[in-house]
RNA sequence: GCGAGAGUGGUGAAAUGGUAGACACGCUAGAUUUAGGAUCUAGUGCCGUAAUUGGCUUGGGGGUUCGAGUCCCCCCUCUCGUACCA
């Protein structure tokens, strides 16, 4: 027993702390200060832990051992994000129920945690798939839809009529679908939406007060995309239209000399004139045919029509043509703009391939060549009529001198233009949770509080019905149903809601998970929130991140939680990729090709073959295979099954113990950092743990600090234990788990 | 294209503008061991040298400074995100 043996000593103490509920958060005491510490919950995949998932685990799990120890309340809770689509994938093969599966795989996954020995309060465990839980999800629901931020609204999807279903864009590949290659629509839907839009200007505002990395933050501001400008009007000749077009450049209108308009809009077919309306009815059909996919794909190549009828510039009082074309998106901005051929690169192209006018505005610039889009410092030219004169000005106040002129014309004003979509929140799917919505006759209507939780019917078949609807279109039972308040017949929702539903305020049931009268109890809510400490991974970005910002602010505006933003401060754990690898690759005769010489479009041609290390040696700033001139790649790849490069937690903890693989996922680099995995960094921490066990028990199995405990330490040492306690105490303030550990192996290296 | 981040030994990485490479992996030599493993000791940025003295070194180029991996400007490369957003 003096050697070290993880296996021996974690699995007591973690019976133990299970036992005697030693992390039981015991927020009875509220004058004491609160940490809350939280992770992103997993999803309960039947594949189990990953050893992503420890590495933010084991540093939320740090924080919250050290700010225990510091006397602070600390919640440290745990859950599963069950709702979602492999568990019923998973249905659909077998006719096992996603339910009976996915609680399979939480029992593996808790079991998985608890065996690293994290020290979560399991008794605040929620599961989003569980009807006391989705009660709420659903409360939350109709909380939105009374405040009029969930309505249905017929979106265009991709349908595909033989399949019976709706693709994803991704599934489309040219007008067909990528299974059995069947025509595929743009077909309108009705759909749930929730009005995120709505909180665009809020959702923009606020995280400038957030502690988030910059990135994430950058990131979801290009995500809502908030765009200054105006909207101007455009009378379109010979008609009471008036087409209106969103722009950024209102200083440019002098340069406007023609108008696209985009293929969806009903405004198209109000204004061809009879002549194009084939020519236009055409392209219309075929853009309604391309997927969001191809469109971005054909690019560089732009396409379009004339509709025959034309509009005036009003600064110009030119007759303008106006086009349709697919690179005006409908969604964007009213689906129309004016177009400024010689300062905007997508208009000149477009202009140049049909021969549209190209007239300077802004000084600079060759508009022979490409679209002059600089502005910085730059005067206005040619902008000119009897009643205004750009000329002269810098952009940004010839800015506001037109939108000014075109206010007092009354055909123009400011505008703020958002680039974030409101919310599809409906999935035709059977393992989410219900809308608590019935439709009576043909109106739709909100379900009393007192009928929720609305749980998902028994079923046996998963398949979504032949109508492309929801596998619970076909459960006659469930579906019909009688409207509570009149008693008429009603026919239930059978959309369902996205996985993302229950994660949006999965943070809030952690407080106090049995609560009965609401989400979160408020008084507990004022004392916990806001999440301290927020840690994952940084693909929920602009997904789960911004929609649980929404829905809180919410809740926020209905009172049921006191704080404008849910996480306070947010760090991403990098991503951990498998071990470092050499690549060869060889042609059809077994010889090595370098690869140094090899376009990644030629890469198919040669077999990659995998180099061991030994064999491959540095040659100026590349690797070869050594005593050649072959070089080879050396990169680390994202962990996959196809590739064979998992690492299963659970096989570490086997052979090295959880203490091992927490301390070398801490130890590999700083936590946001992207890093290889390597089996032989698990080992130097092993040898580390090692040591330190041999400098506390002797061979005897004697606790060696009993005889040490009356020496008087000498200066030096006092020195080291306290540069040591220091290091450590700021590293662990400042996430520096790496520099942390380091300073204890340079403590115990002395102490040997 | 646009946005963000990053380039330091053979590898993962350290470094309030102040001895670059801490700590670890790997490697070399030695001790112990029947052998392997484990453990311990010493060495290990690169180029010279028998050794010492020495010279060079943080993607490239310039600048600020007594002093730059760190600050500023230009360029190159990589990673992530995003994509006709008017």
């Known amino acids: ?191 749930w939406m929730l009005k995120i839009t709505e909180y665009a200007d809020r959702l923009q505002e606020d995280l400038n007060e957030l502690d988030w990395p910059e990135s994430i933050k950058d990131m979801q501001r290009n995500w809502i995309g908030k765009s200054e400008g105006a909207d101007i009007e455009f009378e379109v000749i010979g008609s009471n239209h008036k087409i209106k077009a969103f722009t950024t450049r209102p200083d440019t209108l002098f340069g406007a000399t023609y108008m696209v308009l985009a293929p969806e809009l009903d405004l198209v077919d109000e204004i061809t004139v009879p002549e194009q309306r084939t020519e236009v009815n055409t392209y219309r059909e075929k853009a309604s045919l391309k997927s969001d996919l191809d469109r971005t794909d054909l690019n560089k190549n732009k396409t379009g029509v004339f509709t025959g009828a034309y509009a005036i510039n009003p600064a110009t009082g030119k007759e303008i043509p106006i086009w349709v074309a697919d690179y005006v998106l409908a969604a964007y901005g009213t689906g129309a703009i004016m177009a400024v051929p010689g300062h905007d690169q997508r208009d000149w192209e477009f202009a140049r391939k049909y021969d549209l006018p190209i007239i300077p505005v802004v000084e600079g610039g060759d508009i022979s060549e490409k679209a002059h889009t600089d502005t910085t410092g730059r005067k206005i030219i040619n902008s000119e009529n009897n009643e205004l004169s750009l000329n002269g000005l810098p952009v940004d106040e010839a800015k506001e001198k037109i939108v000014s002129w075109l206010e007092q014309k009354g055909s123009g004003k400011k505008t703020i233009t958002y680039k974030l979509r409101d919310w599809l929140f409906s999935r035709q799917r059977y393992w989410g949770e219900p809308f608590p919505i019935i439709h009576v006759g043909n109106k739709s209507k909100a379900l009393p509080e007192d009928k929720l939780p609305v749980k998902l019917p028994e079923v046996d078949k998963f398949q979504p019905a032949d109508t492309g609807e929801s596998p619970l279109h076909n459960v006659d039972e469930w579906v019909n149903t009688t409207d509570p308040e009149t008693g008429l017949p009603a026919r239930r929702e059978t959309n369902t809601m996205p996985q993302w539903a229950g994660s949006c305020w999965y943070y809030l049931r952690y407080i106090d998970p049995k609560y009965e009268k609401g989400p979160v109890n408020p008084e507990k809510e004022k004392y916990w929130m806001p999440v301290d400490l927020y840690v994952g991974g940084a693909e929920h970005a602009v997904l789960h991140l911004l929609y649980a910002r929404f829905w809180h602010k919410v809740l926020y505006d209905i009172g049921v939680v006191s704080t ?169 303030d400042d996430n520096r788990f790496n520099t942390a550990i380091s300073a204890l192996m340079i403590f115990n290296n002395e102490a040997m």
């Open 564 to 732: 404008k933003e849910p996480f306070q401060r947010l760090i991403n754990q990098g991503m951990i990729l498998g071990e470092l690898e050499f690549t060869a690759l060889r042609d059809e005769y077994g010889h090595f090709v370098s690869t140094a010489g090899v376009k990644p479009e030629e890469r198919v041609k040669y077999e990659p073959v995998s180099i061991p290390e030994k064999e491959v040696e540095k040659n100026g700033d590349q690797f070869v295979i050594k005593g050649t001139e072959t070089v080879v790649d050396a990169r680390s790849h994202k962990m996959s099954k196809s590739r064979g490069n998992v690492i299963n937690p659970d096989e570490v903890i086997k052979r090295y113990g959880a203490d091992a693989l927490r301390l070398y996922e801490m130890f590999m680099g700083p936590l946001e950092q992207v890093k290889p995995w390597s089996m032989r960094g698990v080992e130097g921490v092993y040898r580390f743990l090692k040591r330190v066990w041999r400098l506390v028990i002797d061979d005897n199995n004697e606790n060696l600090n009993k005889d040490v405990q009356d020496v008087e330490p000498t200066r030096e040492q006092l020195k080291i234990l306290h540069e040591t306690i220091k290091k450590v105490t700021e590293d662990i």
């Open 1 to 191: 027993m003096s050697e070290y043996k993880p296996s021996a000593i974690e699995p007591k103490w973690q019976k133990f702390w299970k036992k005697s509920k030693t992390f039981k958060t015991d927020d009875s005491d509220t004058s004491k200060p609160k940490y809350y510490v939280l992770d992103m919950f997993p999803y309960p995949s039947s594949s189990g832990l990953h050893v992503g998932h420890p590495e933010g685990y084991t540093a939320t799990d740090i924080i919250a051992r050290y700010k225990r120890m510091k006397g602070f309340n600390v919640l440290h809770p745990m859950g599963w994000d069950a709702f979602g689509l492999p568990a019923e994938q998973y249905a659909v093969k077998t006719g096992q129920h996603p339910k009976v599966t996915t609680e399979e795989n939480i029992k593996g996954f808790r079991k998985q945690l608890q065996a690293i020995g994290f020290s979560y309060d399991w008794d605040r465990e929620v599961n989003t798939t569980d009807p006391k839980y989705y009660k709420w999800t659903q409360w939350i629901f109709l909380q939105l839809y009374k405040k009029g931020l969930a309505y249905q609204a017929d979106v265009p999807v991709n349908w595909c009529p033989e399949l019976g279903t709706v693709l994803a864009n991704e599934e489309v590949i040219e007008g067909k679908s990528e299974v059995g290659g069947f025509p595929v629509v743009r077909k309108p839907m009705r759909q």
